[in-house]
């Protein structure tokens, strides 16, 4: 009897978790449902995105440094 319990809560956790996987807004991204062509170019596409927001954000320090730097000659000037 309680052998039957545990396997029936269990198995309702699993479908749990199944079912959010599936319902979810963001699935997770796996690679058991894709074909190895797909799946390198997925992580081609994640690792030129990672590149590109990398990227972004070197010119983005770059451009608020030199926006600081003009602000300070402009204090000094005066």
Do not use: C, H, W
């Not at 449902?33 to 030129?48: C, F, G, R, S």
């Not at 590149?51 to 003009?70: F, M």
């Amino acid at each position: 009897m309680a052998n039957s319990a545990f396997f029936a809560v269990l198995i309702v956790l699993i479908l749990g978790v199944l079912y959010v996987m599936k319902s979810s807004d963001n699935p997770p991204e796996t690679s058991y449902n894709q074909t190895p062509k797909q799946y390198i170019e997925l992580v081609e596409q994640k690792k030129a995105a990672r590149q590109a927001a990398e990227q972004l954000e070197k010119s983005l320090q770059e451009s608020t440094e030199k926006a600081d730097q003009a602000l300070e000659s402009i204090n000094r000037q005066r």
